[in-house]
């Protein structure tokens, strides 16, 4: 008889030993003559027990972890492949408080599934809204999408059956559908264990999308750095073309759609939309001033559905099973869940789907369990690099998208960046102005040369050097970046940046502090 | 200012050494392949740099030939994207994650070791030719930090003695 076990092949996995792992319980298996079926299946986003290895026994799933090379004679020894005790036994899987408390919607395939079987994705509920999108005018499609409350992911939150609405009544010959992933904010990878871990729901819901407003192209714009989820997006989109889930022919309904991966090259920038269309063109990544915005001229001039990878992967739940189910979830405006992502100084570092709503406290406590390093924890971007710092003052904001706003946040992407208090805050500062200086496009001046500013004026004040003008300075600078940028980038700059000389005004007074003492 | 102007014009940019004969080959295989798709240079770009390992200079003025753009719409693709090079790398591109996450956990740190450890800055190779340095913007190991890809692998909790033993084996 032979024994089912599960080895991740998420990169995070990988990064911590599960390659070497998985040959190790394979050759440590066949010397005990003991025949083993492995499916390599995605995360279940519970990094700091990676890798997890998980075994069919006759009660279910039981996960054992973090499985170490030099643990494989153990395991065996003690009998894990039916599931017996051993020190690094969890108990079964979906009974792992961490994972037992979520609200797995988006995710509910993730780490559950092998991501490149087509056949395992149709026993686990796949293509189910694919097919009830097929019997449906494109009108109600979009009205399904609109009355479930999703807004994007990506981190704008702009609501997305308004985009749709807004292609779907544009005529154009060719329209497009476009995935933004270019995760490239800090401590967001939500993106990544989906086209890793569950490819064919992204690729089910850009077609989806593309039934609703006519769009017969669609593009994944993927960054460079992810090499692992562009190997199992082009897997399962050959895959979905052998079975007929993609091309002339979607599911024998006569319909067409048509899917690519395109890698990006490393520009920060080309996760705002417009820039990555001009870099889907095969032009520098430079941001476009809207209007004309992209639902009406959008790639190569055409209406352009674009959306983040959470978002589309997202709808085929809605048309499964409805707009009034995945409303149920959230609060206020902020509908349904948002997969958040513990990284950084955290002791449970790893993917939290949770209805909005939570508080940052609950995420940082009752799932990170504090710090990684075991100090306080003094600081939390929240919402990729762009986000700000918020203080453990301020750790009892729900997370929702008005809600956080009101203390100055962002929930953007739902990435959680932890430090502790060992950070200095106005090097972190700093690096906000760095980055931009590395990454702005150039197109407009004041994030062009704003930000190289910014780091000469945060470097004079935090030196002592007249500080009260250079603060003053720093923050009339702020002020025109946020209000004279044509994007994001050099518009939310300011956000760490004052959120730092804000909440940790001290860090900035070191040197004058030390020269006075 | 105007004397910069003045010696540049005195003395243009040189003009792109050609490509060697088997070179040449590789970059017209990739455009021939790639030509016909919409937005065709970025993965022809990526086609070429797959290939040879960055894109040469004399690989820009053919591209622009080929695909009748100018050799500075090229090269200002080319320079745009942090991600190619047009100098040749190390056997091995070891990218260092560089941003807040990592660096919530030690990646300057990291970076200083990694420095020391190669002799190199960012953007260097090292002097036995095994090891091109190059920071990165997340590799979306967040949870893991502090990160680095070696090659297409990726590592996470990076230590410096785990850092050395990666150097040290990997060849």
Redesign the interface.
Known sequence: MSVRIYIPRD??A???GAESVAAAIAAEAQRRGIELRVTRNGSRGL??L?PLVEVEAATGRVAYGPVRLEDVPGLFDAGFTEGARHPLRLGPTEGIPYLKRQERLTFARVGLTDPLSLDDYLAHDGCRGLRNALAMAPADIVKAVTDSGLRGRGGAAFPTGIKWKTVLGTESAQKYIVCNAD???????S??MIMEGDPFVLIEGMTIAGLAVGATQGYIYLR?????AHRALNAAIAAAYARHCLGADVLGSGRRFDLEV???????ICGEETSLLE????????IRFKPPLPAIKGL?GQPTVINNVISYATVPLILDRGAEFYKEYGMGRSRGTLPF??????KY??LVEKAFGVTLRELLYDYGGGS?SGRPIRAV?VGG?LGAYIPAAQFDAPMDYEEFAKIGGMVGHG?L????DT?DMAA?AR?AME?CA??S?GKCTPCRIGSTRGVEVIDHLVAGQQPEKQEALLRDLCETLTHGSLCALGGLTPSPVLSALNHFPEDFRKARIGAAA | MKRQLQEQAIRPMPAARPLAEGQRAEVMEVIERLRALPGALLPILHGVQDALGYVPPGAVALIAAELNLTRAEVHGVVTFYHYFRTTRPGRQVLQLCRAEACQALGAAALERHAKQRLGVDFHGTTADGRYTLEPVYCLGNCACGPSLMLGQELHGRVSAERFDALVGAAS
């Not at chain 1, 992502?341 to 955290?346: E, K, S």
Request: some cysteine.
């Open positions: 990169a995070s990988l990064s911590l990094f700091w990676e995760e490239g904010d800090s401590g967001t990878f993106d990544r460079c750095e992810y090499p692992h395109r890698l990006g090259a490393g520009a920060y870099s889907l063109e095969g032009k520098r990544g430079q190569f992502q513990l990284a950084g100084n955290i570092g790893g990684y971007q690099p990435g960046v932890v430090f502790d950070v972190q690096f980055f590395a990454e496009c």
